[in-house]
């Protein structure tokens, strides 16, 4: 029985998709649900797996091919198994008769001796016999063995294959086509600056009664909630705090009109092999800092693998960015369309600060506000970042609402 094998269904927001990599070859054989082929959209990667065992008969879209929803990539035989090659076919029938060959004329063994042999794959022609009447004995057996295991001793590895090495002033050069995830970030990211009137604010941040914070309650907070306590969880609820204080920085421009969004869905910036993605934290407002901190362990694990769904980077009224786990002192982040305001974070770094008077070294942090100047006033993105490094510097504001 023959079954087409589809294009998953694409979302609206999603025109068509490229093939990017097959992961079986026509006339191999496949399991049930084991991954065939890889296809890359502009905002995901979506695997394709088996419908059922069986045999891929054809492939109708090679990798590079573009394709829409629902396309049929490829037919499989259900049931059947896949044929052996002509080479396979050739070495199976000297390899036949030469099994024949040597048990004519193999020596006679004991019951023993040969099921020895059967489970080292010995054969018994090879086998030096000393037994009474010209049998192989145990004894025979166990001696070919070591001799085999001496033999591939001292076979001297074969040398690995060294690269050709440049020819003198040669400079190597490499071209490879950029991904429609890469070419799709990218557009947004163009557009983004020439679309907004993109504007940047920047603070500072005293990391100190956090981190005392974290070193306190980190062992009980693993023990209860079986994940560790991060930095991003706080500035998740810092944000929505200030969110609330600040609606302005929540809401996104659609053509003429204001949309005011009356719930919180904080994107977090996510870098993976492919590209940035920004999985989508939904209702941020009303769950607490263990749950945040599992979902943004799992979309990372996610990121990683390529496995992020189109629905989990949908939407999101605001975005943070953390590009001090790469090391950024400083940075200006871009804005992620419709959104108008994008919070980067950056490296902890220990600086002398002034304070009461007195130089002391603390930990601190740069931080950048990025804004679409056409709604949010310079005013309203100064406060909104102000209340942040409040509520960071002051943990029990959180709880206390003020």
Known sequence: MSIEIKAPQFPESVADGTVATWHKKEGEQ????????????????????APADGVLAKIHHGEGDTIESL?????LTAGAAAAPSAAAAEAEAPAEQATAASADVAPAAGPAARKRMAEAGLDPSKVEASGKGGRITREDVDNALKQREQQKVAAPAAPAAAPAPLAAGEREERRVPMTRLRKRIAERLVSAQHTAAMLTTFNEVNMKPIMDMRKHYQADFEKTHGVRLGFMSFFARACVEALKRYPSVNASIDGDDIVYHGYYDIGVAVSGDRGLVVPVLRDVDQKGLAEIENEIIGYGTKAREGKLSIEEMTGGTFTISNGGV??????????????TAILGMHKIQERPMAVDGKVEILPMMYLAVSYDHRLIDGREAVQFLVAIKQFIEDPARLLLDI
Do not use: C
């Open 71 to 75: 396309a049929v990539l490829a037919v």
């Open 326 to 339: 790469f090391g950024s002192l400083m940075s200006t982040p871009i804005l992620n369309p419709p959104q």
């Open 30 to 49: 496949v399991s049930r649900d084991e991954l065939l082929v890889d296809i890359e959209t502009d905002k995901v990667v979506l695997e394709v797996v």
